[in-house]
């Protein structure tokens, strides 16, 4: 399990008014595991487990910059874990997520590799 954050920016309210929030997404991913058919000494195996993404917290930002909510912060807060866990479990969220992983991925990889080179 790993855990990984992206910045998104959110649509909510009515769609005529292009009402948005943008915040930052901190979700944990699980990578799942691949479909045996029969194990080593032929007994049968087992299915596959699908990769897996968790909603963890979202936070409000504005411009770039972290925006905490002044007044009802508990429900605000709420609303935009609501929202937020709604927008990652969609198709363009689960996109985006696995993007940010396989980026982070990517990043882990070549930091290592750097590491390795210096010895």
């Known amino acids: 399990m ?31 595991r691949p479909a045996v058919m029969y194990l080593r000494n032929g007994d049968p195996g087992y299915p596959a487990d ?16 972290p925006s905490p909510f002044l007044d009802y912060a508990d429900l605000k807060q709420e609303w935009l874990d609501d929202l937020a866990r709604d927008w ?3 198709e363009d969220g689960v996109s985006e997520a696995m993007a940010t992983v396989d980026a982070d991925d990517d990043a ?12």
Request: charged letters at 25%; aromatic letters at 8%; one cysteine or more.
């Open 2 to 32: 790993s855990t990984h954050k992206l910045m998104a920016t959110l649509p909510h309210g009515d769609p005529d008014l292009g009402a948005e929030i943008e915040c930052q997404i901190t979700f944990s991913y699980t990578r799942g």
């Open 50 to 65: 699908p990769d897996e993404i968790e909603f963890m917290s979202a936070a409000p930002y504005c411009n770039g910059k």
């Open 108 to 119: 882990a990889r070549d930091y290592a590799a750097e590491l390795r080179a210096d010895r």
């Open 88 to 90: 990652l479990e969609s």
